[in-house]
């Protein structure tokens, strides 16, 4: 099966039934996206499918080939972050950093898709799991990518 991640394409031997985080995080080699729960209702292993923020742990491989998967390692452009991951960082986002690029992901679509979220969209749209609890830091940081220029 061949898929392309962060616009590389890779040729993985899996069964098609697979969960797509592994493969990712053990055929393809990129170990950003974390297991979390198994059951996608944590958000550590979200990851874009065509752009749309998807939980990669329940999905199988066979649905994500010949579609564009983009991990935490494909977000920034070259060496410039995208602005989710400077807001992340100028905002102190990450205690223990461990759910961090799900959420990041899980932003990023969310701001792809409306520029300018409102706390309605973020409570409805931003479902991942932070023990640490950093929600209100999370909150402000997607308000600052929000107000940043691309």
Not at 75 to 101: E, F, M, N, R
Not at 106 to 119: E, G, H, R
Not at 137 to 149: E, L, P
Request: with cysteine.
């Amino acid at each position: 099966m061949q898929l392309n991640v962060n616009g590389k394409s890779h040729d993985v031997d899996v069964e098609p039934n697979t969960p797509l985080l592994w493969v990712i995080r053990e055929q393809v080699g990129l170990t950003g996206t974390k297991y979390g729960c198994g059951i996608a209702q944590c958000g550590a292993c979200t990851i874009h499918l065509d752009g749309a923020a998807v939980r990669s742990c329940a999905m199988p491989v066979s649905a994500a080939a010949g579609k564009r998967i983009t991990t935490i390692e494909g977000l920034a452009s070259g060496k410039t972050l995208h602005k989710v991951q400077k807001a992340w960082i100028d905002h102190d986002v990450p205690q223990c950093g461990y759910c961090q690029t799900g959420m990041i992901m899980a932003v990023a679509a969310l701001l792809q898709d409306k520029p300018k979220p409102t706390n309605a969209d973020i409570n409805a749209t931003i479902t991942n799991i932070c023990r640490c609890g950093t929600f209100q830091q999370v909150r402000t940081a997607i308000h600052a990518a929000a107000k940043a220029s691309v």
